[in-house]
């Protein structure tokens, strides 16, 4: 093997076994000139949260006869949003000392609905009425 290549080689294993102990944490200790390096654990900070507590705020979408599936349910004050399903039932998980909370509620054809909701009073019911339709403006006169 020729010089070059036996240099390279020990190169690239010095990278390697280098990133190895980098990756476990052990580094040389090089803070004093003339001593031999020491291979050094670091101490390594874990931050444990603790889990938060939630309580699941949950309701249903109607139109006073049927389920209104799709139907988008926004609560004001944290932006937390979700669509209905199948079955126009909707929930958020939310912090129990949450108290009441706005939402806005939409659905395509219907007017759009503010209410409160309540996590004491929870499985609401919201009925949504059908937006009236409005036609173009007719002038009366007619041309071709």
Known sequence: MSLFRQLLAVILLSGLFASAAQARGIVA?????????VATRTAKAVAVASPVKTIK???KIVDGVRALPGAVVVLTATHQMTV??????FSFDV???A???QA???????TEAEVTLSTKFNEATVALLKTRATGPARSGRHTK
């Open 29 to 37: 200790d090089s803070s004093k000139v003339g001593t031999p390096l």
């Open 57 to 59: 705020l949950s309701g």
């Open 84 to 89: 209905t399903n199948a079955a126009g039932e």
């Open 95 to 97: 912090l129990p000392q």
């Open 99 to 101: 108290g009441p909370l």
């Open 104 to 110: 806005n509620i939409s659905y395509a054809g219907y």
